[in-house]
């Protein structure tokens, strides 16, 4: 027989747990009941406090009517009460000390309009109080009103300067209540909330009585009317009432909220505060913070109470916490009582305890050896120096078709067939004579003739000296040898399937590819041949994807084979953020694209297999971020001859991922946390291919990431510098410039129409928002409503220029931070510093160059950390001064450059001829436009207005390159810094035969340009 010591400790020690389970529970029951009866009586103690404020809050609302009605029998003592018995009266009361929250107390007399002129003469005689009387009284607001209800006597004298004179009854609803006042002969009760701004700001709340005349009757309602001839009222605040209720009682752990509760109290009785309840006190002194709501903490106490107020309730809502509320002996009662219980308990359990485990372990002694052996999943035996069994497990007895007694003393060769008794044995006398044991896989066939797989493990006995016996203990792995048949065989299908899918994929995608290629050639609308680039680049990714997938096993195998091509970064960054743009967009995530400034554009590799990686990458940045920005970023790391190692870097603000996970990722269908699958979808496949193909370029990869402050991917890839990599095409717009232009919400000030169309277009061509206003005012009514991120703002414009606007959004604190960029067809450096001085950020001189405004906005954004929604550039989204066609000879001859020169708005435009048509023919109209206002002008002698015009036309001309008409318009904007009226009628004469000849110029290089 055999024990394990072992098992009995582990038995003692869940029996001794579960009395200390026994224990816990006894000692937690009694430290329940103990918690309990120490809430109760500190809720007791909570509830006549609370009931004691509340009933002192009431006495004292209570006192204040009072008060109110005390006022109005002192009107009742005489017919023609005068302002000095009020004064003394009031000075009685002593109202600093016996009513400290009243502001004030006053007397409204009701006054008919009829009587309204008789009745400020007498007010301004009255000098019953101050000797001079009151020679400036009248009655506020002004205006004839059928009734006033006028603010005659005031306490104390302070308010007379502010309050003397108001008609109270001005307002319609003071007016409402009066007249319910009046009506009913009770207190009315102020329901509007006045705020107090202090200091300290606190609610005011007054309460009015209507006053009535003596020996009248007042039993109606019309009676009551007939004698009515004004109100006493006063007014207080409810901050100082509370103090005053409260001060001297023992409250001081309590917390007090009181709130004017909008609805009537219900049925039930239950007090709760509503959205609509209106605060009128907090003791903490903040009415702008949320109070806490009564239950939405347990650590305190608190109780909603009603506190009458003239017909209105208040609610009060009190606030203790707990402990505050307890004595020094309950606070250490419960803990008390559970000691005491839990002693007790292991006290008694330990006595039963001791008793049970002797008679156990005497049971337990007997049958641990032979249950635990028998549970085993495996074929446990022992053999002696014979090779003869001495114990065998019930598994092993049933593998060898015999019970346990049968095969105790037998060798294998009496169980088993001869070739595997011998197998065997022949492994058996390996260990006795080697001493040391044998670990490997064994085959058995049982009675049935069926195999089995078995891994074996066999022990020696009796080391050190010599071999006495061996333990054995094989597991069946029969199951493992099935699977792994079958995956083999899954593999081969996967392989056969992959090898016929393939070409069925190809040949599709070959056909959408071909016929995108075809259709380029054909299509020559802009966007239409943009969207077929874009469906031409992403077939051809897709199936160099598909290649890969679909061919897995190569990529497994390493026999993947790269493509040395020229390509440029830039390029492949625009590729990425083309695809790849809207999904972040979707997410609110924002794409930043980061090529080193001294590095080259142009290399030569696989750019394919770069943009695969960085696809995916991006992508997972993008699928496991919520906010943010993804930044891709790209460095040399080293150089070495003709080539060079540069660093990818992908950085997002996603989930992050902890270290154990990192050390998982890289492999086949894994994601580091398998819950993500569910969330975000994937494979799990595109980092081993990543991995791969960075390898075969000669890099390496890896990541860096924390839980909740994402991840930054990386890696390395060897290239080859490219022998064209110093032609870069200096006239294109780069789509990092243009990405962070996209999105931005521009305010564009001119008053020339001309101007605001080609501004407009060109903005909105880069993605940009574009908002017009025509002069100074209009744009600051617009930024008086609306966020923008930059203004463009002419200089010279009507009703207001930009200098004036320009100063009265650096002295708005609001917009004081807002970019504004001059925009003016005179470029001397006086202008320059008159800009800069009224507080411009940046001057350009017009005709505005697009390249040059495009990596003006983005250079200001990027110093002010972009825009509130900076999208990304897209392939198509270059704007590039193409070379224009040399022109005919016959276009050459009648080309006048003096006259019109179309350069600039080529270059505006990259030379569409479409647009140049659609913007000079504009710029016709609004210069007809503007001569016959300067001659409008020059009928009204208006030089200055006439100077005004001159300037706007001469911005439209240099933009179209109409060199002459804009050197008469600026002859004619120099007539404000001296000029005379003969002069202006002799350029103002010149202009129309000027813009007839620029018209008919415009009309021979279009005719040109049309031929054939």
Known sequence: MHTLSKGGTAAGSRIWAGGLLLALAVGGALYAGAARTVNDDAEQRFDNLTHGAQHSLVTRVKSYSDLLRGLEALFRTSDQLTRRQFHDYVAGLDIARQFPAIESVNYAVAVPSAQRAAFIEAVRKDTSLAPRGYPDFTIRPPGERPEYAVLTYLEPDSLLAERMGVDIGASPLVAQALAQARDSGEVSASGQVIMIKGPPAHVGLGMRLPVYRNGMPQGSVDERRAAYQGSVGIGFGVAQLVHSALERSALEPLHLTLYSAADPLPASGVLSITPRDRLLFNDDGDLAAVPPQPGSDAAYFDQVLPVAYQGGVWKAHFRVRKTELYSGFDRYFPWLALAVGVAGTLLGY?????????????????????????????????????????????????????????????????????????????????????????????????????????????????????????????????????????????????????????????????????????????????????????????????LGLINDILDFSKIEAGKLELEVLDFRLDTLLANIASQLGDAAAVKGL????????????????????????????????????????IFVRVRQSEERGSHGMLRFEVQDRGIGMKQEEVAQLFRSFHQADPSTTRKYGGSGLGLVISKQLVELMGGKVGVYSQPGLGSTFWFTARLEKSAQAGDERIAEVEPEVLGVIRGASILLVEDNVFSQQVGCELLEDAGATVCVACNGREALELLAHQRYDCVLMDVQMPEMDGFEATRRIRADPQLSGLLVIAMTANAGSEDRARCLAAGMDEFLTKPIAPNLLFHLLAKWFRLRGGIGSVGRARPGDRLVAAPKAAPSDAALELRDTAILDLATLALTFSNDTVKMRKYTQLFLDTARDGIAEMEQAMALEDLGRLADLGHRSKSSALAVGAHAFAGLCTSIEGLRRGGDLQQARVLLAALAPALAQVAEQISLEFAASDAP
């Open 590 to 629: 924002a794409l930043q694209f980061d090529i080193a400034p001294e590095l080259s554009q142009r290399w030569r590799g696989d750019p394919l297999r770069l943009e695969q990686v960085l696809l995916n990458l991006a992508s997972n940045a993008i699928k496991f971020s919520d906010n943010g920005s």
């Open 350 to 542: 330990g006595y039963i305890f001791t008793l049970y485990r002797s008679r156990r372990n005497a049971v337990a002694q007997r049958t641990l050896l032979d249950t635990v052996l028998d549970s085993v999943d495996a074929y446990v035996y022992m053999k002696d120096a014979d090779l003869r069994y001495r114990y065998v497990n019930a598994r092993t007895a049933k593998i060898l078709g015999r019970s346990a007694e049968q095969l105790i003393g037998r060798q294998d060769g009496e169980l088993m067939l001869g070739d595997a008794a011998a197998s065997v044995q022949l492994t058996e006398r390996q260990v006795f004579d080697s001493g040391s044991k044998f670990v490997g896989e064994e085959r058995f066939v049982d009675a049935q003739g069926q195999v089995h797989h078995l891994w074996s493990v066999k022990v020696p006995l009796g080391l050190p000296g010599p071999v006495t016996g061996l333990i054995g203990l094989s597991t069946d792995v029969t199951e493992l040898h099935r699977l792994k048949e079958q995956a083999d065989a899954a593999s081969q299908a996967k392989s056969d399937f992959l090898s016929n899918m393939s070409h069925e994929i190809r040949t599709p995608m070959n056909s959408i590819i071909g016929m995108a290629h075809l259709a380029l050639k054909s299509v020559a609308d802009a966007r239409q041949r943009d969207y077929l680039q874009k469906i031409f680049h992403s077939g051809q990714h897709l």
